[in-house]
């Protein structure tokens, strides 16, 4: 059975940071990309950042370029979302899934999503 369980949520204040972790169980961790979303209240499910297989390329939602970043440690079948400047507009439960291919940004190409966790960022 494949499961993904995200962490490192939590509040923080406008201007802080935080890393998200996302371990995965019951795949071939390494032969996956992977990518983050989030889904603000109210609103729809949006992509963050992805990651191809071996971590050679990585790809954000352009807003966020500079601020976020993505990375894997597939020995511990983890991928990681650090999370730098944050506003309130970053309140969201983050996600995270596999990739059917590298580069994917919608959520129907993305598969074995975790539970979330819910970031807040006070102002």
């Known amino acids: 059975q494949v499961q993904l369980i995200e962490s490192g949520g939590g509040l923080v204040q406008a201007g802080g940071s935080l890393r998200l972790s996302c371990t995965a169980s019951g795949l071939i961790f390494s032969r996956f990309p992977l990518g983050w979303f989030r889904q603000p209240p109210g609103k729809e499910r949006e992509f963050v950042a992805g990651?191809?297989?071996?971590?050679?390329?990585?790809y954000y939602l352009e807003s966020l370029k500079g601020r976020f970043a993505i990375s894997r440690d597939d020995a511990k079948n983890t991928v990681y979302l650090e999370m730098n400047s944050l506003t309130p507009d970053d309140t969201a439960i983050y996600f995270c899934?596999?990739?059917?291919?590298?580069?994917?940004?919608?959520?129907?190409?993305?598969?074995?999503w975790g539970q979330g966790t819910q970031v807040t960022v006070s102002s």
């Open positions: 990651i191809s297989t071996y971590g050679y390329n990585t």
């Open positions: 899934a596999t990739a059917r291919f590298p580069g994917a940004r919608r959520p129907e190409d993305y598969r074995n």
